[in-house]
């Protein structure tokens, strides 16, 4: 079951300014780099509840997502930044923020120019994606990377949407309104099939541990309890929205 590692922060090494929440590259006490979304960015604290739990999520089904980890940023990083917009970050941040493993080397993933991945792959993210209802992963911002000849999926932040309104409200069986613009969709396999494979793994102990494992602060809104309530309620209503994104994926051949 999952268990989070916890790194301590030991250098604030660069900001990377691609995504909006200007999440920091950083050296750890384990001597490893990680990208690290902060919890003072503007996304706040429940964009770091959608990338441990989504992106754990993921790990659990075999989809390839580098290790996540907790880390420990302490504001006193802030001191050596010039940059006042990073010191305002970092000395907003201070605590546990969420971690990813850095591939370096890693490039970004562009559908005109990168090999597709197989069909079972493609089909198992787009399906994954439709479950934890994660809005970003169209062709304008795939957040997918190729690294040593192997699709990566990265930032997970944006998952799990409807949290920012409230579980209680959400429809189980609403399909993913970007299904039909997702960056995987044309290489995808039959999702109906996807669905059986992956479907029997998303089960209450599982979303009980990845739950438990996120920082109980971070959280803001909705108890932990309704996240797990919720995952398993659009498991159980799979049919729905793996009807919808099949339609689409049909479409498209």
């Excluded at 997918?144 to 699709?151: A, D, I, N, P, T």
Aim: negative net charge; glycine residues 8%.
């Amino acid at each position: 079951m999952p268990v989070l590692r916890t790194v301590r922060a030991t250098r604030y090494v660069a900001p990377l300014r691609e995504g909006g929440s200007m999440p920091a590259l950083v050296e750890a006490d384990d001597d490893g780099l990680y990208v690290v979304k902060l919890r003072g960015a503007g996304q706040g604290r429940l964009a770091l509840v959608a990338e441990v739990l989504a992106g754990e999520l993921a790990r659990a089904l075999d989809l390839p997502v580098p290790e996540l980890v907790v880390a420990d940023v302490d504001t006193e990083l802030a001191r050596a930044e010039p940059d006042p917009e990073i010191q305002e970050l970092v000395q907003a941040s201070g605590g546990t923020n969420a971690g990813l493993d850095f591939l370096p080397g890693a490039l970004p993933y562009a559908p005109s120019t990168g090999r597709p991945p197989g069909p079972d792959l493609a089909a198992a993210v787009v399906w994954f994606d439709c479950l934890v209802e994660n809005v970003d992963r169209t062709p304008r911002n795939p957040n997918l990377l190729m690294w040593h000849g192997r699709l990566w999926l990265i930032d997970h932040g944006a998952a799990l949407f409807r949290q920012h309104a409230g579980l209680d409200h959400a429809d189980p069986a609403a399909p993913l309104p970007m299904a039909a613009q997702h960056v995987l969709l044309d290489a995808a396999g039959p999702l109906p099939d996807a669905a059986q494979r992956l479907a029997p793994k998303v089960d209450e102990p599982l979303l009980r541990a990845i739950v438990d494992a996120i920082p109980p602060d971070w959280f803001a809104g909705d108890p932990p309890e309704a996240y797990v309530e919720h995952l398993l309620a659009r498991v159980a209503a799979s049919d729905a929205w793996t009807a919808h994104a099949e339609e689409h994926r049909a479409r498209r051949r």
